[in-house]
């Protein structure tokens, strides 16, 4: 028995493709490589797949990983790789294999690139010392958070914005930072493409 951690990338139409089905498409292509997944025991036997950090619907990345655990340790983390590449469906390009080194709760930020036009005066929206916005809860009701300690960093990019943001226990999505600059501009703010391009660690180097 070992584990493996892959890295991949997302992108095209399996962005639409949900964190829930990605575990399912994830098991069908060990099956389909031909790579014995191991199985809890019980019941209701689960393979043991475990994603670094859930992505949401209509995200792309470059950046994902997940950690999988097979019942055969004879399989070389370059065999696995070459034998999901050859499996995988398109929009899934596998990056590389190795040994698990952190624990996935480890995972501190994430990085996202915002395709979009920035508004003029954007330097004054993330200089605020309170960024308030509209969050709904577990329960379906909505609060007010001050979503500004949860940006690291910020930088314009000649298509859009590049923001870094805590994730993991206090998981901010971009979209909620969309949602306080259309309130602090008073017109919408969007972006036509989000992609996750980094996962960080708690000093914000690249997790691995």
Same mark, same amino acid.
């Given at each position: 028995m070992k584990s493996v951690r892959i890295f991949y990338r997302k992108e095209g139409l399996l962005r639409y493709v949900s964190h829930l089905d990605m575990n399912r498409l994830f098991t069908r292509l060990f099956?389909?490589?031909d790579l014995p997944l191991?199985?809890?025991e019980g019941f209701n036997p689960r393979p043991r797949i475990q994603f670094a950090l859930p992505l949401s619907l209509g995200f792309e990345s470059d950046s994902e990983i997940v950690d999988v655990r097979l019942d055969d340790d004879a399989f070389p983390?370059?065999?696995v790789l070459a034998r999901l590449q050859a499996a995988a469906p398109k929009g899934l390009t596998l990056l590389r294999a190795?040994? @698990?080194?952190?624990?996935?709760?480890?995972?501190?930020?994430?990085?996202? +690139?915002?395709?979009?036009?920035? @508004?003029e005066g954007v330097d004054a929206f993330f200089d605020q010392e309170q960024i +308030?916005?509209?969050k709904k809860t577990k329960k379906g009701d909505s609060k007010t958070v001050n979503i500004r300690p949860?940006?690291?960093d910020w930088k314009q990019t000649d298509g859009g914005l590049l923001l870094t943001l805590t994730a993991g226990t206090d998981n901010l999505n971009p979209t909620l930072v969309l949602d306080a600059m259309s309130g602090?501009?008073?017109r919408p703010v969007t972006a036509s493409r989000v992609r996750r391009v980094a996962l960080l660690d708690a000093e914000g180097k690249d997790f691995v």
């Amino acid at each position: 028995m070992k584990s493996v951690r892959i890295f991949y990338r997302k992108e095209g139409l399996l962005r639409y493709v949900s964190h829930l089905d990605m575990n399912r498409l994830f098991t069908r292509l060990f099956r389909r490589a031909d790579l014995p997944l191991w199985y809890t025991e019980g019941f209701n036997p689960r393979p043991r797949i475990q994603f670094a950090l859930p992505l949401s619907l209509g995200f792309e990345s470059d950046s994902e990983i997940v950690d999988v655990r097979l019942d055969d340790d004879a399989f070389p983390n370059e065999e696995v790789l070459a034998r999901l590449q050859a499996a995988a469906p398109k929009g899934l390009t596998l990056l590389r294999a190795a040994d @698990p080194v952190r624990k996935p709760g480890e995972v501190a930020f994430a990085r996202f +690139l915002l395709t979009m036009p920035v @508004p003029e005066g954007v330097d004054a929206f993330f200089d605020q010392e309170q960024i +308030l916005c509209e969050k709904k809860t577990k329960k379906g009701d909505s609060k007010t958070v001050n979503i500004r300690p949860l940006i690291r960093d910020w930088k314009q990019t000649d298509g859009g914005l590049l923001l870094t943001l805590t994730a993991g226990t206090d998981n901010l999505n971009p979209t909620l930072v969309l949602d306080a600059m259309s309130g602090f501009f008073g017109r919408p703010v969007t972006a036509s493409r989000v992609r996750r391009v980094a996962l960080l660690d708690a000093e914000g180097k690249d997790f691995v």
